[in-house]
């Protein structure tokens, strides 16, 4: 079965009643795990509608991600941030684009989300250890 919740309460809802479900945004490990790893998932949960995990706002002190926002969008946001900015200010931001680089293609980015990629914790990421070196929190 496949969902598509338009609201968080919906999503959430959905997660409830199947608490195995798999929620997913680009699909990029799901595609990979049912191929390669030849796992099967009952039921998918596409969050990529859900406002609330799509929001990308800039405040003076910090950036509000959503975990649904893709990498592409990401990398936009804090490329401009990057250049409205002091240097010091945008440290933080400069490493993630610096190791955005050598993270896929732009199709790939264009698909993949920051809350999938945290959730993945795949090794060729290598976002993981930015998010723990700025002190990301959720």
């Not at 969050?47 to 975990?67: F, Q, S, Y």
């Not at 931001?93 to 293609?105: D, H, P, S, T, V």
Request: net charge positive; proline share 4%; with cysteine.
């Amino acid at each position: 079965m496949w969902y598509r919740p338009l609201t968080l309460e919906h999503a959430l809802d959905l997660k409830a009643k199947y608490p195995y479900a798999k929620l997913i945004v680009g699909n990029t490990e799901v595609g990979i795990e049912m191929r390669l790893k030849r796992l099967q998932y009952r039921v998918l949960v596409s969050v990529t509608h859900v406002p609330e995990l799509n929001v990308l706002n800039v405040k003076d002190d910090r950036l509000e991600i959503g975990a649904a926002v893709r990498l592409s969008d990401f990398l936009s946001v804090i490329r401009k941030v990057v250049t409205e900015r002091a240097a010091h200010e945008t440290l933080s931001c400069r490493a993630f684009i610096e190791q955005l680089k050598w993270f896929a293609r732009t199709q790939i980015r264009n698909a993949t989300s920051i809350g999938g990629n945290i959730c993945t914790a795949s090794p060729i990421s290598y976002l993981n250890p930015l998010w723990m070196a700025v002190g990301a929190n959720y």
